[in-house]
Nanobody, 119 residues
Framework: VQLQASGGGLVQAGGSLRLSCVAS??????IGWFRQAPGKEREFVSA????????YYADSVKGRFTISRDNAKRTVYLQMNTLKPEDTAVYYC???????????????WGRGTQVTVSS
């Protein structure tokens, strides 16, 4: 499984960004997003299973971020609204066959994309 993330950038607080993660190779995966801020551990953000029937969010992003997928395009999206400076981090997409909870340890990782939210 290969994953390519894109869509990061610099945005003011209150603004929006949409991240994309394109999967190649085996494509019937659950795909999700993690983030890592400077000096902090990597943390789970959101994930969606292959059918889209199971979705999980970290409490810190609920109500602001929306994950979705287009399997025909092999792409998962993370729509991020009402961004806050504390959302600043490198965002990584990840994949695995199974997704059963937000306590998720996927096997496959893409390179990160930087999201910077200015105050």
């Amino acid at each position: 499984v290969q994953l390519q993330a894109s869509g990061g950038g610099l945005v003011q607080a209150g603004g929006s960004l949409r991240l994309s993660c394109v999967a190649s190779g085996r494509t019937n995966n659950a795909i999700g997003w993690f983030r890592q801020a400077p000096g902090k551990e990597r943390e789970f953000v959101s994930a969606i299973n292959w059918s889209g029937g199971s979705i999980y969010y970290a409490d810190s992003v609920k109500g602001r971020f929306t994950i979705s997928r287009d399997n025909a395009k092999r792409t998962v999206y993370l729509q991020m609204n009402t961004l806050k400076p504390e959302d600043t981090a490198v965002y990584y997409c990840a994949a695995d066959l199974l997704l059963e909870s937000s306590d998720w340890y996927p096997d496959y990782w893409g390179r990160g994309t930087q999201v910077t939210v200015s105050s």
